[in-house]
């Protein structure tokens, strides 16, 4: 990579909110929090793409459990940086939740309006429990009410990228997450 890249993509974001190690450190907590929770249990962790990707990969290394996980994709039919509550399934899981103690892998929970269709449309096909974990939570935009049973951070009303977060699908890998600077405070 050119170092032009590396100067473009930092351009591209205001601060660094989280850093890496912070974020690190943080899901270990949370990892290991879920170890104990679900001990002598069989958890399947159901993660949203593609913003979840990145903290589901980091976090069940973490958990020390025996576990299963699957991913879901949700779209809304609103513009690109906020829901608009009309969501659908675009893909859905492999897995039947039936019997399973599912746990719901979010990377924010804004509007809560996504995580809400997703309690109401997975609590529907008969798991055992259905619990949920945000890596990031904005609860100055919440619209619905949305039980968070795990929750990494609270952050302000910023608009956040990197570690799986994007704008426009892009940013995703950037390690840490940061604040983009044409959206910052939207
Ligand atoms: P909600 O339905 O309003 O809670 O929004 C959840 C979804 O909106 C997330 O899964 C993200 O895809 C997107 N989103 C909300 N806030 C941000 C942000 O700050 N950065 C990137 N994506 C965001």
Do not use: W
């Not at 976090?59 to 969501?87: H, K, P, W």
């Not at 892998?105 to 449309?121: A, F, H, K, P, W």
């Not at 390690?175 to 910052?184: K, M, S």
Request: aromatic share 8%; proline share 3%; charged share 25%.
């Amino acid at each position: 990579m050119g170092i032009h890249d590396a100067v473009s993509r930092r351009a591209a974001v205001e601060s660094v909110l989280l850093d890496s190690r912070t974020i690190q450190r943080r899901v270990c907590e949370l990892g290991a929090q879920i170890t104990r929770d679900y001990a002598g249990k069989f958890p399947h962790l159901v993660a949203t793409l593609k913003g979840a990707s990145i903290f589901l990969a980091d976090l069940v290394r973490s958990i020390e459990l025996d576990l299963s996980f699957d991913f879901i994709t949700v779209t809304s039919y609103g513009d690109a940086t906020e829901s608009s509550g009309q969501l659908r399934i675009m893909k859905d899981l492999d897995e039947t939740l039936e019997l399973r103690h599912v746990l719901l892998v979010e990377d924010i929970v804004d509007t809560g309006l996504t995580l809400s269709y997703l309690l109401r449309t997975l609590g529907a096909r008969r798991p055992t429990s259905l619990k949920t974990v945000a890596l990031l939570n904005k609860p100055s935009r919440r619209k619905v009410h949305v039980p968070l049973d795990y929750v990494g951070f609270n952050i302000p009303d910023f608009f956040v990228v990197g570690y799986g977060l994007d704008y426009a699908q892009r940013y995703r890998n950037l390690p840490d997450i940061c604040i983009l600077r044409t959206a910052a405070g939207s």
